[in-house]
């Protein structure tokens, strides 16, 4: 009786501890109110977000799952999963979102590109409710390259039932809102993941830089280095142009060559 009453208390602690750990990373991320893993099945990501599994399996457009051949860059091993499937569509597409409360939120738009090896070949809009163009031509392999993660940070606010996204506001409907991947020219339309959370963009955790990317005080720091190069002066004297030589001297043998002929020509004529 005694070891079955330990057992209980310590299988309780154990419970306690993991449920104690998964709300702080949880709560790392913000206040998660929507996130689904477009193409694929339901996962957990580093910061123990679980992504759902996508709303709109056999109904809408493609599921793919072609980025598992890939290891994925900037993300840990553990997020690829999210990078790796993706759901395109030849048309229009999109998600609806359930907003019930007003506040700040950030939209977190998961892409990677896993397909093509070239820029201008995938390149499409993102409109958040109907009217509000959140991101215009994205092109993922322009911005990061082939298989690479690629996150759009989307930050708006809720104010009873209207949603307001850079000065621009727009009404909600059903307590709904809408994230449509809007169909060009170039290629289809695709989504990754999508994560909604309830909080202020800075508190959001971001992608590692990329590589390639400068650090912000860096590039600063050269940015001002080449605009100092640009107006300032070479100390000491000129150096002379080769190419500034006076053309009257060139020519003046030129001329005389033919003051003397005119004469001989009309000699010549008189004869």
């Known amino acids: 009786?005694?070891?079955?009453?330990?057992n209980t208390s310590f299988s309780f602690f154990i419970s306690c501890i993991v449920f104690l750990f998964g709300v702080s990373r949880v709560t790392g991320v913000g206040e998660v109110i929507y996130a689904i893993n477009a193409g694929g099945e339901s996962h957990t990501d580093s910061l123990g977000v679980r992504y759902e599994r996508d709303p709109l399996h056999g109904k809408v457009g493609t599921a793919s799952d072609y980025g598992k051949q890939l290891i994925i860059g900037r993300v840990p091993p553990t997020d690829q999963l999210l990078y790796q499937?993706?759901?395109?569509?030849h048309s229009t597409f999109g998600y609806d979102i359930p907003i019930h409360e007003d506040g700040e939120y950030v939209m977190i738009l998961k892409f990677c590109e896993v397909y093509f090896n070239a820029p201008n070949m995938k390149v499409f809009d993102v409109v958040l409710n109907g009217d509000l163009t959140i991101v215009p031509d994205l092109?993922?392999?322009?911005?990061?390259g082939?298989?690479?993660?690629?996150?759009?940070?989307?930050?708006?606010?809720?104010?009873?039932?209207?949603?307001?996204?850079?000065?621009e506001e727009s009404d909600i409907r059903g307590g709904k809102i809408r994230v449509e991947f809007i169909k060009g020219y170039r290629d289809n339309p695709k989504i990754n993941a999508i994560c909604v959370v309830k909080g202020k963009l800075e508190n959001v955790p971001k992608l590692a830089p990329l590589p390639n990317e400068p650090d912000s005080d860096d590039y600063q720091e050269?940015?001002?280095e080449r605009r100092a190069s640009k107006n300032r002066r070479p100390s000491g004297p000129r150096t002379p142009d080769p190419y500034?030589?006076?053309?009257?001297?060139?020519?003046?043998?030129?001329f005389v060559a033919i003051g003397a002929f005119i004469p001989l020509l009309f000699c010549l004529c008189k004869l």
């Open 1 to 6: 009786m005694l070891l079955q009453s330990v």
């Open 85 to 89: 499937t993706e759901r395109y569509h």
């Open 139 to 144: 092109d993922i392999f322009d911005r990061v």
């Open 146 to 167: 082939r298989g690479v993660a690629h996150d759009e940070y989307i930050p708006f606010s809720v104010v009873k039932g209207k949603l307001y996204y850079n000065e």
């Open 222 to 224: 050269e940015t001002e």
């Open 244 to 254: 500034s030589v006076d053309e009257t001297s060139v020519m003046l043998p030129v």
